[in-house]
């Protein structure tokens, strides 16, 4: 800011100085007023009509009478008071030409802004997605001059990671050695990208990673992420679900991130036909559990990769309330409708006396229901119910 003020201040200072220097410094010669500009010019006028008279190229008469003329003329410009007066004080015109000056600067400069809001707009301005590649870009050749920098190689594969480069993200890790050790959250970050790069796949080095990390910090929310992940894709259930539910205790209530791991959970109890339990953010509220059983006319027409829908809606409404989407299990399957699954957050199930609730067996899990999908009686259930059983046993026309 100082950088700012004190050339701003010389600047208008040297202006002022030019501006006001007749004011300042005032000629030593009295200048010359109107009055006596006219005098001059009449007796030089004068002079010539005499001049001429003498050589004989006006008449006397026509000589008295521009004599007469220009002494009338004469008498009227140089009895107007001296201009030399109307200017005022010089003092006070420097004055008021000096306080004008600075109040105008100072106005426009508040006016269009100052130096801090320019920094401020200029700060405000996103930065590119070209600048940033450019900075970690630059960032990297440092890197490359000072390899023993191991924490900068963590910072540098973070910076990869924002990127979505995850295979120059690893490298990174890699580079970084030992440093990383001690840090359970780089571990994690380190186990991410490795399983990014194998698509999706945690065995060996990542799931070893996730354990490390887990051994340091127990709590540690990536980790617990991860290590769910690393369950569910390898078909243990029940350990997916012991990490993710010690994840959700972790996790703000009412937030999305809680919402999407306790569907997480949902899924991975479903799937390991593990009995359902109310999740966090509506233990303390009403749910509606139970089982979904299929018929054995349609068992044949249900395929791995099929989505369950099961559908709460408010009696005589068509919009949903809840909505569990799940992958197909083995049948009979549990399922659970909490607060978690709301469509409207301000419009919650727990909020609701009861409620219509049906299934449908999706082959392309969209929304809308289409011909062929696989379906059950809505019922009509009080929230708070459980051991609900609704039974898979038409298809849709």
Do not use: C
């Not at 802004?113 to 070209?130: K, R």
């Not at 960032?139 to 900068?152: H, I, R």
């Not at 359902?276 to 299929?294: D, T």
């Not at 949903?320 to 909490?338: C, D, E, G, W, Y």
């Amino acid at each position: 800011m100082t950088n700012f003020f004190i050339p701003a201040i010389l600047l208008l200072a040297l202006v002022l100085l030019l501006l006001l220097r007749p004011f300042l410094f005032p000629a030593k010669v009295p200048a010359t007023s109107r009055r006596q500009m006219n005098a001059a010019i009449y007796r030089e006028e004068l002079d010539k009509l005499e001049a001429e008279r003498t050589a004989g190229l006006i008449t006397a008469e026509d000589y008295e009478i521009s004599h007469a003329e220009m002494r009338q003329r004469l008498f009227q410009d140089t009895s107007e008071e001296d201009d030399r007066a109307t200017l005022g004080s010089t003092k006070k015109t420097a004055i008021a030409l000096f306080a004008f000056v600075t109040l105008l600067s100072s106005g426009m400069y508040f006016y269009f802004g100052d130096v801090t809001q320019v920094a401020q707009m200029n700060s405000d301005q996103p930065m590119t997605q070209e600048g940033v590649e450019k900075m970690v870009a630059e960032f990297a050749d440092k890197m490359e001059k000072d390899p023993s920098n191991l924490k900068g190689w963590t910072m540098l594969a973070r910076s990869y990671r924002v990127l979505g480069r995850n295979e120059d993200a690893a490298k990174a890790y890699a580079r970084a050695g030992n440093f990383i050790d001690s840090d359970p959250q780089l571990l994690a970050d380190y186990a991410d990208a490795l399983a990014s790069n194998a698509n999706g796949s945690f065995s060996g080095k990542p799931l070893s990673l996730i354990n490390q990390a887990l051994k340091l910090d127990p709590n540690n929310l990536m980790a617990l992420w991860l290590s769910g992940t690393a369950a569910f894709s390898s078909g243990n259930y029940r350990s997916a679900v012991q990490a993710w539910e010690k994840l959700a205790t972790q996790l703000p209530p009412n937030s999305e991130e809680l919402k999407g791991i306790e569907a997480s959970i949902a899924e991975a109890r479903s799937k390991g036909g593990m009995v359902a339990k109310a999740p966090v953010a509506a233990a303390a509220g009403k749910v509606i559990s139970g089982q979904i059983a299929l018929s054995s006319d349609l068992q044949s027409k249900v395929k791995e990769g099929d989505t369950v829908l099961v559908i709460a809606r408010q009696v005589g409404e068509r919009m949903p309330v809840a909505v569990l989407k799940t992958s197909v299990a083995q049948f009979p399957m549990r399922f659970i409708l909490n607060d978690a699954l709301a469509m409207n957050p301000s419009a919650p199930l727990s909020k609701l006396k009861e409620v219509s609730v049906e299934v449908r067996i999706s082959k392309t899990g969209m929304a809308k229901p289409e011909p062929g999908d696989l379906i059950s009686t809505a019922k009509t259930i009080q929230v708070g119910t459980e051991n609900v059983r609704l039974l898979v046993d038409q298809v849709r026309q």
